[in-house]
């Protein structure tokens, strides 16, 4: 009666394509793989960190959409990618609670996220156990640094793009004989100490004197004793790290008490649209490394500013490339089991679409699971858009000298 009723449904579904002109072109060996492949995305989608969430999402769906629209996987018979999209809130504990229940309960093959260094380290530990992959723009030297096999990390790490801050800025400003006094302030979370130990490490290499090294909370309040210490400090540069609201902070009180030695910030708060609408033109000229911008490639990113009506984003941009390189690696493995998509991406190189977008134009991984073509930028406000201005090799336009 079984193999009565399995022949019945074979004509039936026979019987469907042939309606819908597509027997021939998708073998039945490809049907039973045709179902929507789960993939999960962990963001802070609400509390302080909710626009870097949003962003970091819309470009992941901006990915999704374009790839199911086109024809879905085709190593897969034309699965379609569905989303599982839940909100890390800005807790550890909280993200690694929504990766277990994304992984036990929704079936994904693959993680992405969590965009905050903290939150994406909670969420490793629960991945690496399942051994599921995870896939992130996060900058900790942490999440490639601890000897995990499924763990994809497309940016360079964050001692790296503190290095890069300093000597870009360096570079730009005209070597240490310009410059040999230097103030470092980030925030005290994975994101801030990784590359705060990035801009020591330079600044010593560099025999430039750091006159003020200070660590402060996230979401202070009241920088009016950072302010002070830096103007006690004599430093012809400073180097925040922070994200939005402390940058905010930051930016306008230097401006409005005139001390107006180069800002060069560490990304994060420093590289979103809402940076300069807050901030008007006290945000112009001011530099921030970035771990890729969208000028880079910006008839791929454009597609983005038609969709959602803003510049593409750092975060937005990576996280579409791990979407997009995910992606890839489930067509190359022909299968969306977590341990041969975990293998494609480790053997495989991404030149083709988003990961053109990147620095060099290509995503690989080490043995690590670090991005070895990524590489940052230095990129500046000019006129309310970022330009990357620094190395020489990605520029887009040049450096406009009110802060450097």
Known sequence: MRDSQNSTDRRLALKGLAAAG???????????????????????????????????????????????????????????????????????ANAATVAQRMIGENDCCAIIGAFASSLTLAVQEVTERRRVPLLTMSYSDQITGRGFKNVFQVTSKGSVIGRAQFNYALELAGGASKVNKVA???????????????????????????????????????????????????????????????????????????INIPIVGGSAGYVIPDFAQALGEYSEGVLSIC????????????????????????????NAVAMDVLAQAINVAKSAKPEDISQALRTTTFNQGWAKTMTNGQVRFDETGLNVHAEPVMVQWQNKELVTVWPQKFAKGKLITRNV
């Open 184 to 258: 470092i302030m980030f925030e005290d979370t994975a994101f801030g100490t990784s590359t705060a130990n990035g801009l020591r490490a330079a600044a010593k290499a560099a025999g430039v004197e750091i006159v003020m090294d200070e660590a402060y909370p996230l979401g202070i309040t009241d920088v009016t004793p950072l302010i002070n210490k830096l103007r006690a400090s004599k430093a012809q540069m400073v180097f925040p790290v922070s994200y939005l609201n402390d940058s905010l902070l930051i930016v306008r009180a230097l401006r409005q008490q005139r």
């Open 22 to 92: 597509l027997v021939g072109t998708l073998p039945l060996s490809a049907l039973s793989q045709s179902k929507s492949v789960n993939v999960g995305v962990i963001l802070p989608l609400s509390g302080a960190n909710a626009q870097f969430g949003i962003s970091s999402r819309q470009g992941i769906e901006l990915v999704v959409e374009e790839l199911n629209a086109a024809g879905g996987l085709k190593a897969l018979g034309g699965a379609k990618v569905n989303l599982v999209v839940a909100d890390s809130t800005s807790a550890p």
């Open 291 to 318: 771990s890729a911008n969208y000028d880079l490639d910006s008839a791929t990113t454009d597609r983005y500013r038609k969709r959602f009506k803003s510049i593409m984003v750092h975060e937005a941009q990576e």
